[in-house]
């Protein structure tokens, strides 16, 4: 799947979505969810900042897209990614019926970066789970993988 300057164009803005997240003191994750070339929500992770567990980009990115659309079904939405989706975000993906998933750094970076992460790629899941989502990996995985350099250096960082 070829990629253009959209794609580009969206992936930084998640990028600098998580530095500022990073910045607040979360982690170094941050999702954009994308329809017709406009973004219509674009968040980092939360998790410390609501104390709650499953406040992960995708799934807020996934609440307000839904909310701003006034729907479930965001079959003609693509998400930008900064890392490979947890299981619990892509079948969050899955079940909004998000058209295409493109993600930077495999989740892997995010494990040995201290995350208790499953090491179930999306690849898999898919595969498993018959879902029709487009995945779109390793993405810009310099300029993701950075974050995870910028998050390291950070004296008041937290993993979950």
Partial sequence: MAMNRQDEKFMLRAIEKARQGIKKGQ???????VRKNKIISCVHNIVWQKMDITAHAE?????????????????????????????????????AKIS???????????????????LISNQNMKKLGKSPIKI?????????????????????????
């Fill in 59 to 95: 799934i807020n990115a996934i609440r307000l897209a839904c909310k701003r659309l006034n729907t479930v079904d965001l079959s003609d939405c693509v998400i930008y990614s900064t890392c490979e989706p947890c299981p619990m975000c892509f079948s969050a993906c899955h079940w």
């Fill in 27 to 33: 982690t170094p994750f941050a999702a954009c969810i």
């Fill in 136 to 160: 779109v990996k390793d993405f810009m995985p310099d300029e993701n993988l950075s974050l995870f350099t910028l998050w390291l250096k950070q004296k008041n960082k937290r993993v979950y």
């Fill in 100 to 118: 295409k998933l493109v993600y930077g750094t495999r989740i892997k970076a995010a494990r040995a970066a201290g995350f208790s992460e499953l």
